[in-house]
C-alpha cells in the first residue's frame, strides 16, 4: 500500500511569490492535514480537510489556504512568500480525521526555502 | 485551546542507557496521547500511544505512562540503540473535532 506522498521535495522561491503544494494521502483516507514544521516550533497546525470541506483552521494567516478535491488529494497554497514562511511543510492522512483518535500517516514533507 | 509542552528538547544517552521524554498538557479532556518518531528527512512515524483509561503501556522496548490527575505523560526507552536516535513529538487530543497538538520535540541521540 503506498504511503502519502508529497510533491515537490524541496522548493526555492523568493519573497513575494507565491507555492503550491501536493499531498496524495493514502488509498481510503479522507482526512488530510498540513503542518508546519520549523526548528524549535515543533509541528504547527495548519488546516484539516475531510471530504473536499475544511473541518479545522490553524492560527496562521490568510495568505496560507488548501484545499482538497474528491479523489482526497490535497494541495496548499501560500501566497506572497515570506522569508519566515521557510519551513518543512508536512501532510498527514487518516480515514477520519480530527477527533477520531487515529493514527496519522506523515509524508516526507516539502523543504521550501524563501530567499 | 490545548497545549502541550515537552522536555528535554535534546537528550544525549550512551547506548544500552535509558531515555526518558516527559509531556504536559493542558486540557483535562485529553484522552489520546501518541508519541512519534521523526527519523532524518522523513515525516514522523507513530511509534506509541496511549489513551486516557490505561496508565501504562507497553512495547518491546517502549513503554508510555499517563498521569491524568497531574496531566502529564511520558515516554521510557530501554537499552537504547543508535537506531533510537530521532526526533521524538508527544501529542495530545480530546474527544471534540479538533486537531493532534504536538509538542515542540525532543532530539535524541544515542552515543554507541
Known amino acids: 500500500k503506498a504511503g502519502v506522498t508529497q510533491t515537490p521535495r524541496y522548493l526555492i522561491k523568493t519573497r513575494g511569490q507565491q507555492v503550491t503544494l501536493s499531498c496524495s494521502p493514502i488509498s481510503g483516507h479522507r482526512s488530510v492535514s498540513w503542518y508546519q514544521q520549523t526548528p524549535g516550533q515543533g509541528l504547527q497546525f495548519l488546516f484539516e480537510y475531510f471530504s473536499e470541506t475544511q473541518r479545522n483552521k490553524g492560527n496562521f494567516p490568510g495568505r496560507f489556504s488548501g484545499r482538497q478535491f474528491s479523489n482526497s488529494r490535497s494541495e496548499m497554497n501560500v501566497s506572497t512568500l515570506e522569508l519566515g514562511d521557510s519551513a518543512l511543510y508536512l501532510c498527514?492522512?487518516?480515514?477520519?480525521?480530527?477527533?477520531?483518535?487515529?493514527?496519522?500517516?506523515f509524508g516526507s514533507g516539502t523543504q521550501l526555502s524563501v530567499l | 485551546g490545548e497545549n502541550v509542552e515537552q522536555h528535554p528538547s535534546t537528550l544525549s544517552v550512551q547506548e544500552g542507557d535509558s531515555a526518558v521524554i516527559k509531556c504536559t498538557y493542558s486540557?483535562?479532556?485529553?484522552?489520546?496521547f501518541p508519541w512519534y518518531k521523526q527519523e532524518l528527512g522523513k515525516g514522523p512515524q507513530l511509534i506509541i500511544d496511549?489513551?486516557?483509561?490505561?496508565g501504562e503501556k507497553k512495547d518491546q522496548r517502549i513503554a508510555v505512562t499517563l498521569n491524568k490527575t497531574a496531566k502529564h505523560f511520558s515516554l521510557h526507552i530501554t537499552e537504547t540503540q543508535p537506531e533510537d536516535s530521532a526526533v521524538y513529538f508527544c501529542a495530545a487530543i480530546d474527544s471534540g473535532n479538533t486537531p493532534l497538538v504536538f509538542g515542540k520535540g525532543t532530539r535524541l541521540s544515542v552515543i554507541a
Open positions: 496511549i489513551r486516557s483509561n490505561v
Open positions: 498527514a492522512s487518516s480515514r477520519t480525521g480530527s477527533g477520531a483518535n487515529e493514527k496519522l500517516f
Open positions: 486540557d483535562s479532556a485529553s484522552n489520546y
